[in-house]
């Protein structure tokens, strides 16, 4: 009895997972299928260009001050330890 039951159950949750399946395939196909051709989720026309920057833009200097923290040093154990 717990045998056939439990066939049930999975026979239940294979149909569960191919009805998820193809409602993914159905909604997303062409996203999918271009993924599993190895095209990505952007045709090269339209993908976006990777490679240096068109223009450097400076880092600013703020001195050669130090920065100092504002915060005091806590001890690393409490006085109750």
């Known amino acids: 009895m717990?045998?056939?039951a439990a066939?049930?159950?999975f026979a239940v949750a294979a149909g569960l997972g191919i009805t998820v399946i193809v409602a993914m395939l159905k909604s997303n196909e062409?996203?999918?299928l271009s993924a599993l051709l190895g095209e990505g989720a952007f045709p090269i026309a339209v993908a976006p260009k990777s490679g240096?920057?068109?223009r450097v833009l400076p880092l600013r200097?703020?001195?050669a001050r130090?920065?100092?923290n504002a915060?005091?040093?806590q001890p690393q154990?409490?006085?109750?330890?």
């Open 71 to 73: 915060a005091r040093p």
């Open 61 to 63: 200097r703020t001195g």
């Open 52 to 54: 240096p920057a068109p």
């Open 66 to 68: 130090p920065i100092r």
């Open 7 to 9: 066939a049930l159950l």
């Open 2 to 4: 717990v045998q056939v």
């Open 30 to 32: 062409d996203a999918i």
């Open 77 to 81: 154990f409490s006085r109750a330890a």
